[in-house]
């Protein structure tokens, strides 16, 4: 099994802060694309940011240059640092991660997801 906690979720004002963390562990060979998706009420989940294993990144139109999304493989962990934040940004955050148990077989895992709220 793997398993993906996640934590740093919260209450900020708007133009603050936050920094999500979300730490693979289980029967992991490897972990390749990780990445961070979001779900505001009434509106459906939408990726967030990803960066592969090498550490390219792509990120969602309305939180370039607001959010960057990061990785450290030694503990198998990704982030996802978000600044200049909009109560638009208010949802359920949730990390994935492409896991491989061998050379030749990997599953999508997610985490139960952290809320994130921005209000004033």
């Known amino acids: 099994q793997v398993q993906l906690v996640e934590s740093g979720g919260g209450l900020v004002q708007p133009g603050g802060s936050l920094k999500l963390s979300c730490a693979a562990s289980?029967?992991?060979?490897?972990?390749?694309?990780m990445g961070w998706h979001r779900q505001a009420p009434g509106k459906e989940r939408e990726l967030v940011a990803t960066?592969?294993?090498?550490?390219?990144?792509k990120y969602a139109d309305s939180v370039k240059d607001r959010f960057t999304i990061s990785r450290d493989n030694a503990k198998n962990t990704v982030y996802l640092q978000m600044n200049s934040l909009k109560p638009e940004d208010t949802a359920v955050y949730y990390c994935?991660?492409?896991?491989?148990?061998?050379?030749?077989?990997?599953?999508?895992?997610w985490g139960q997801g952290t809320q994130v709220t921005v209000s004033s």
């Open positions: 994935n991660a492409d896991v491989s148990n061998t050379w030749f077989v990997s599953i999508d895992y």
């Open positions: 289980g029967s992991i060979f490897r972990i390749n694309a």
């Open positions: 960066i592969t294993s090498g550490g390219s990144t």
